[in-house]
């Protein structure tokens, strides 16, 4: 009997979910709790792993194709069954009669066919060309992505068959220019990107205020403890956990920051689940650091990195991407030197830092060259008044420029 491949419940909210790669095709053995197929919801990417021994018989869902949860998507024969059966049907042919000669093979009667090639991708212009020239697919070798046969491919292929010589172009007529279109369905988490920031603008009222910071201490102090943090914690510290230190100690200053509106209530909370923006292979995705005012610098600049990994190799869990009281987005790691981060709802504030670079400033009186940071912070206005964001971004400065501060929580 064959074993279902079944889409698992990924999350309260998380209805329908998009197949991604099937890492096993039909005819393909398995073991039990293999990976079978890359499900993709718009929170995170999970694998599937097989629920029993056997061969992949049967897939129901290409890629790109949307599955609900619950639906069955492909099937596993356990193993043996088939030779089990045969086996059977042997035994009931039993007779007296003499063995025919088995038949000759299929090989032996037929010659050989050469292995039909699948076939490309290919261009509707290119299409359009074949059809011109009386070419098929399985002549042509094509070179554009993904094994996309091109418009150019079929031309150059059919140029040396030409009789007759090119026309050259005129000097004064420009070449046809090729251009190409790829159309690729847009993935579960970048469709829930698009969703959620698109909620954010019509339902929040929000605003951004910025400032910058002198991160001369902080520089200083990194390099001075580098090699010993380094040497006892398996990691480097980075400049991340200052900043998180820095928000939780701003948060407690100003509540509204780390509160929500619920319905016509504000939900302020005393705890600080910070979310971490980082990229994904399939987008920015926001995994949450739980009760960071408990966690150390080493345990936050240790999460922060399994964040960051995991989230490249697409194996975060739903969980830890739900939830969280406020964000931190880093865009200075893609060199951006400003920007207006958008709010997560239903949070009410999120804090954008951004690219570090040296600067002419005025020190007591003096010009002097420093290494500045502008960051940004987007609330929603509707919780959170311009005196409060103000407030917030100068606590942070203060911080960061006096970093021992953090341990005196001054």
């Known amino acids: 009997m064959a074993t279902e491949l079944i889409v698992p419940a990924l999350g309260e909210s998380i209805t329908e979910v998009q197949i991604g790669s099937w890492l096993k095709s039909e005819g393909e053995d398995v073991r039990r709790d293999d990976p079978v197929v890359e499900l993709e919801s718009d929170k995170a990417t999970v694998e599937l792993p097989a629920p029993a021994s056997g061969k992949i018989s049967r897939l129901l869902k290409k890629t790109g194709e949307t599955a609900a949860i619950g639906e069955v998507i492909g099937y596993i024969e356990a193993d043996g069954a088939g030779s089990v059966a045969a086996v059977k049907q042997v035994s ?37 060309v074949l059809a011109e020239k009386g070419l098929s697919t399985a002549e042509v070798s094509a070179s554009g992505k993904g094994g996309r046969l091109l418009k150019e491919d079929v031309l150059k292929f059919a140029e040396p068959a030409s009789a007759e010589p090119a026309a050259e172009p005129s000097p004064t007529t420009p070449a046809p220019e090729i251009r190409e279109e790829e159309i690729v369905p847009m993935t579960s988490i970048r469709r829930r990107i698009a969703q959620r920031l698109v909620e954010a603008q019509q339902t ?12 001369t201490a902080v520089i200083a102090l990194r390099r001075e403890y580098q090699e010993q943090f380094q040497e006892r914690y398996q990691i480097k510290v980075g400049f991340m956990s200052f900043f998180v230190k820095a928000t939780i100690e ?15 209530d504000i939900v302020y909370r005393n705890y600080y689940d910070i979310g971490i923006a980082v990229g994904s292979g399939k987008g920015l995705v926001v995994p949450v650091l739980r009760g960071a005012e408990r966690l150390s610098f080493a345990e936050i600049e240790q999460a922060i990195a399994d964040f960051a990994r995991r989230a490249k190799e697409n194996k975060l869990q739903i969980g830890e991407l739900q939830g969280g009281t406020f964000t931190i987005s880093n865009g200075g790691i893609y060199g951006s030197l400003l920007s207006t981060p958008i709010v997560n709802p239903p949070q009410s504030g999120v804090l954008g830092m951004h690219a570090i670079q040296d600067r002419p400033v005025a020190r007591s009186g003096q010009v002097v060259i420093r290494p500045m940071m502008y960051v940004a912070l987007t609330y929603d206005h509707r919780l959170v008044d311009g005196r409060e964001a103000v407030t917030f971004l100068l606590r942070i400065k203060e911080i960061i420029e006096d970093p021992p501060r953090m341990l005196l929580e001054i």
């Open 92 to 128: 009931k042919k039993k007779s007296k009669e003499p063995v025919a000669p088995p038949p000759a093979s299929r090989e032996e009667a037929a010659p050989k066919e050469t292995p039909r090639r699948s076939e490309p991708a290919v261009s509707p212009a290119a299409r359009r």
């Open 204 to 215: 929040a009222a929000l605003l951004t205020t910025f400032n910058e910071i002198d991160m």
């Open 250 to 264: 701003a948060l407690k200053e100003v509540p509204a920051l780390n509160a929500e509106i619920r319905g016509e």
